[in-house]
């Protein structure tokens, strides 16, 4: 019988990180993987700088067939500290490479670089769900929104301290200036948000033109309180449509982050108040906004089509990772984590006293209280999910009867986990 032979990943595949002048092959790698045109690489990537050191490549001879970046980024965690993270994006392989362990071969390099550099957790956004459990990665952030059907809802009920300051309409320039702080005040209260990096604003604000957001020019409104102070900045675009000679248009929020919920409440109240606008669709909204709360039928909110887990978490230092967070009830626990890895692998004890900050310090010697893989710990760790829901999955082992109802609300959060921002 006549076979194909194709070539594996012992011929000769090289992971390395990339020099300078192989950084355009390794875009045009990335845009291949994804589906997109190689040409379009100078412009979609242009927010991507050259990091040396950061940009992996899987090279077959000089063809570029694999890629990973890895750059400097930090994530807000229960309690509002902010942890350095290693946060990795254009993870690529070519669609003739697949499937021979070229992503398995970078992830290991860029995982290890971490715990190098000694940043307790890395982050990643995940293209598909059933790539990165196995690098030790959970599901941490959920993404989803709300389709509004304006007429329906009833107005919406302006909460009194957000009658005290303003929204106006603002031009781009005016956005690029307040936007970095506005988010800066909004990322540092919760968890699970990212900074944006400067470049974030230039492609938004279309100094750096990005040509799928920029189609057409989207509406800005900034919320100033009652000081005038920026506290929110709204980004939509109205898609303007007719019904039998009625009104029947489009609101699309693109972008809305604040730095407090009277914002958010002012912003909504706004796109809920444009003339002609008879559907507002939000596709990306804090899962503790008060939204539909705020409307005289919350039931005029219905959850749209889009509701995935988002950011994907990898703690590889564990002390770092849970002594930076805050616990809502005293108590402790001894948790033994399996990490195929050995990054995050052994038992842990995390204390949480009546009074002063947790702590976590490895506890080998102990009897642990739980076991579960370090990639659950990461679902647990913002507080996206509890650990009563992750036993029921499976996912968590009690090995002390009666662990897991002392642990469950000790891990617990006041506010779930978001971040809007992909990377
Ligand atoms: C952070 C980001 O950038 S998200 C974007 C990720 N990129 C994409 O989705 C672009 C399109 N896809 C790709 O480029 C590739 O398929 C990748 C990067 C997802 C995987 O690369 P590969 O080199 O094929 O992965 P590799 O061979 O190392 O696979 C490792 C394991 O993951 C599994 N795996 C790989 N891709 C997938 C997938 N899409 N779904 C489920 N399992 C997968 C493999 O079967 C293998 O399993 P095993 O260890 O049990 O044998």
New binding site residues.
């Given amino acids: 019988m006549n076979s194909t032979r194709f070539a594996t990943?012992t011929d000769g595949v090289a992971v390395r990180y990339i020099t300078e002048d192989e950084f355009p092959r390794w875009k045009a790698a990335v845009q291949v993987?994804?589906?997109r045109p190689p040409a379009d690489a100078a412009d979609r990537m242009r927010h991507v700088p050259y990091s040396p050191g950061r940009l992996l490549g899987?090279f077959d001879g000089d063809r570029c067939v694999?890629t990973?970046r890895g750059f400097p980024s930090a994530i807000t965690v229960p309690g509002g500290a902010v942890l350095p993270a290693d946060a990795?994006?254009?993870?690529?392989?070519?669609?003739t490479?697949?499937?021979?362990?070229?992503?398995?071969?970078?992830?290991r390099r860029e995982l290890a670089g971490a715990a190098e550099r000694g940043e307790p957790v890395a982050i990643?956004?995940?293209?598909?769900?059933?790539?990165?459990g196995?690098f030790g990665f959970g599901p941490a952030t959920r993404l989803s929104g709300y389709r509004i059907a304006v007429p329906r809802a009833g107005g919406i009920r302006l909460p009194e301290a957000a009658r005290r300051g303003r929204v106006e309409l603002v031009d781009t320039e005016t956005a690029a200036r307040v936007g970095p702080g506005v988010h800066d005040a909004f990322r540092r209260r919760q968890p699970g948000a990212v900074p944006r990096p400067p470049a974030w604003w230039r492609t938004d604000t279309g100094v750096l033109r990005h040509p799928l957001r920029h189609t057409p020019e989207p509406f800005r409104a900034v919320y100033r309180d009652a000081g005038g102070t920026p506290t929110g900045l709204l980004t939509y675009r109205v898609e303007e449509a007719w019904e039998g000679g009625l009104p029947a248009s489009r609101l699309v929020v693109l972008d809305l982050v604040t730095a407090d919920w009277t914002a958010s409440a002012a912003l909504w109240h706004h796109c809920l108040s444009v003339d002609w606008v008879t559907t507002v669709v939000a596709d990306n909204v804090a899962p503790d906004d008060p939204l539909p709360l705020l409307l005289g039928d919350p039931r005029a909110a219905r959850a749209t089509e889009v509701d995935c887990d988002f950011l994907w978490l990898r703690i590889l230092d564990v002390p770092a990772a849970l002594t930076a967070r805050r616990y809502p009830v005293p108590g402790r626990v001894v948790i033994e984590v399996e990490d195929r890895s050995g990054h995050a692998a052994g038992r842990f004890a995390l204390e949480s006293p009546p009074d002063g900050a947790a702590r976590c310090d490895r506890a080998d010697g102990e009897r642990a209280d739980l076991r579960l893989d370090v990639s659950v710990l990461g679902s647990l760790y913002l507080g996206g999910e509890t650990l009563a829901r992750l036993e029921a999955a499976g996912l968590v082992e009690e090995l002390r009867p009666g662990a897991l109802g002392r642990a469950d609300p000790l891990l617990r959060t006041p506010l779930r986990p978001w971040c809007p921002d992909g990377f």
């Fill in positions: 990943a993987g994804f589906l899987a694999g990973a990795i994006a254009n993870v690529a392989v070519l669609p490479h697949r499937r021979r362990g070229l992503l398995t071969r970078m992830m990643l956004v995940a293209a598909e769900a059933g790539v990165y196995r």
